[in-house]
C-alpha cells in the first residue's frame, strides 16, 4: 500500500506569505485572561517548490477568569489548503499543537481541519492543579465532501504541577472515538 498518495518520499515546501496578529494574553504559557488571534496566509508557488497551493490557518483562544483559581480557556482553529495539490506533509492532521488530545499526530489527515476545545483550569492547592476538556474536529478533503457525522470527538482530564510560577508539568488523558492516549508535556495544551 503506497501510504503517500503518489507523492514523493522527500517533501520540499517553500511559500510566502503573512500573519496577522492580535495578543492581548497576560502571559503566553499560561493565560488567566484576554484573547488572542492568529490568521496566516502562505502561497506555495510554481518554480519554487514541486507542489502549488494556497494555506490559511485561522486561531483564536479566549480566557476567562472564573472563580479563585479557575480558568475557562477556549480555542477555535482551521487550516485549510485549496488551490492545487498539497502535500502528505502539509495536510490538517488531527493531534497537533495540543488539540485532539488522545489521538497521536496524524491520525486523521487530509487537505483540512476544523477543530474547537473548551477546557476548565483549577488551582487546587500549593502548587497542583486539574483540568477538564472537551473538543472535536472535522477532517476533510474540501467543503463539499465534509461528513458531520465523521466528526472527532475528544474529552478527558488531566493533572497540573507548577514547577515554577505559571508553568506547568501536565499528565491528561484524553478519550477519544476508538481509544484513548495520554498527554505528557510542559506548559498548557494551549
Not at 503566553?28 to 494555506?55: D, R, V
Request: hydrophobic fraction near 35%; glycine fraction near 12%.
Amino acid at each position: 500500500v503506497d501510504l503517500l498518495c503518489g507523492q514523493q518520499k522527500d517533501i520540499t515546501a517553500t511559500g510566502f506569505g503573512g500573519e496577522l496578529l492580535y495578543d492581548s494574553r497576560d502571559f503566553g504559557l499560561n493565560a488567566y485572561k484576554c484573547h488572542y488571534l492568529s490568521i496566516q496566509q502562505l502561497y506555495y508557488a510554481p518554480g519554487i517548490t514541486t507542489y502549488t497551493f494556497w494555506s490559511t490557518d485561522v486561531t483564536y483562544r479566549t480566557y476567562v477568569p472564573l472563580w479563585t483559581k479557575c480558568v475557562f480557556a477556549m480555542e477555535v482553529h482551521g487550516l485549510f489548503n485549496y488551490g492545487g495539490t498539497v502535500p502528505w506533509t502539509l495536510m490538517g492532521m488531527s493531534g497537533v499543537d495540543g488539540r485532539l488530545r488522545g489521538y497521536y499526530r496524524g491520525r486523521y489527515r487530509d487537505n483540512n481541519i476544523m477543530e474547537g476545545q473548551i477546557e476548565f483550569r483549577q488551582r487546587i492547592k500549593w502548587r497542583l492543579g486539574v483540568v477538564a476538556w472537551v473538543g472535536c474536529a472535522n477532517v476533510f478533503s474540501d467543503f463539499k465532501t465534509i461528513a458531520w457525522h465523521k466528526t472527532l470527538p475528544s474529552y478527558g482530564l488531566g493533572l497540573r504541577w507548577e514547577f515554577k510560577p505559571r508553568v506547568n508539568i501536565r499528565i491528561d488523558y484524553g478519550f477519544t472515538r476508538d481509544e484513548g492516549g495520554v498527554v505528557f508535556n510542559i506548559n498548557e495544551a494551549f
